[in-house]
């Protein structure tokens, strides 16, 4: 699993260079980009280290779903990040969402919208996932790796039966080539200027940039199965809020979806 000299025909070094990150590791093959940078991470790595690859074998989403990625058709990474303001890291997620949005609308001309907390959309249509994990000591965190899954190159006859309707591409969404290294490149320096962002609520920006790429908002939802009323946006803290605009209910985890038949395939 030694890390590839070369990637997308150019060094990694250089990559790495042209991205301002710390460190950089590619590999054809991992069990996960987010075990190998926890690893890093509880090795002192610096925040900003990037694992990327061509293939996981045990990629996951949220609450250990699988993560399906043809060899070379998704872009595979994972950032090690310190956040220096306790209770900060529980909105990164947020963050990491709208810089993600904004990466991908710099290179193609998609209109991406949020589906709470982290699923990116395009046409209605998953694009991209991204999952936080990390160490907690005495109340603050001792680092948080984000990874983020992005469909950038497959067909969408190609999905499984089961995702067929669900999941889409950047390139099927486009209708036309993507480069991987341009994609890895905006997103990077978006996450890491999400990442020097310490607040613990967000900023009114935030919430009206949420808001205007809500896939929930006025949506009728499930909450872990159960009927949970409206979207009603979030709150300053990342709750989703659901219910009756006089009366919304705050949810603070669990699966959501719209309550629409094409959400309950097998």
Known sequence: ????????????????????????????????????AKELALQGAAEGTTVMAEIQDRGRGRRGREWLAPPGSSLLASMVLRPRNPGAETLLSLRLGLAAARAIEALVPLRVSIKWPNDLLVDDLKVAGILCEGAVEDGRAVY???????NVHQHDHAWPATL??????????????????????????????????????????????FRERDA??????????????????????????AGPPTQPRRIIAGTVRTNDSKYHRP
Not at 3 to 30: F, M, N
Not at 197 to 202: A, E, K, P, R
């Open 144 to 150: 948080l790796v984000a990874g983020i899954g992005i």
């Open 216 to 241: 929930l908002f006025g949506q009728a939802l499930l909450i872990n199965g159960h009927h949970a009323g409206v979207g009603q946006g979030i709150e300053p803290d990342g709750a989703l809020l």
């Open 1 to 36: 699993m030694d890390p590839q000299e070369v990637w997308l025909s150019e060094p990694v070094e250089v990559w790495r260079t042209r991205w301002g990150l710390p460190a950089l590791q590619i590999h054809q093959r991992v069990t996960s980009t987010n075990d190998l």
């Open 164 to 209: 067929r309707g669900l999941a889409s591409s950047l390139e099927s969404r486009a209708r036309r080539s993507i480069h991987r290294g341009a994609l890895a490149g905006r997103l990077v320096t978006q996450w890491m200027a999400a990442a020097r962002h310490d607040s613990v609520t967000l900023s009114p920006q935030e919430l009206a940039e």
